[in-house]
């Protein structure tokens, strides 16, 4: 999954989004659709590995630990 910045702040999305997770917020999106957006983020943060770079290792592990958080959070909800 390729990144690209988001058209008003400059943040980086997933080639799939047309904005960031805030900047969908704050034009209205709903909760649903910004889950979607910051999972689709954190998944192309991890995906997005090519070189052997401490920021990129630091990036991933952050987007590792967002999903887990998210999931970890379902679960409590779900019991």
Known sequence: MNRKKCPNCGGKIPETLGLCPDCMKAAGAGPVEIAAAEELRDIAAVLSITAETDGNIKEALQG??????????????GN
């Open 64 to 77: 590792i630990l967002n999903i887990a958080e998210r999931l970890e959070g379902r679960n409590k909800r």
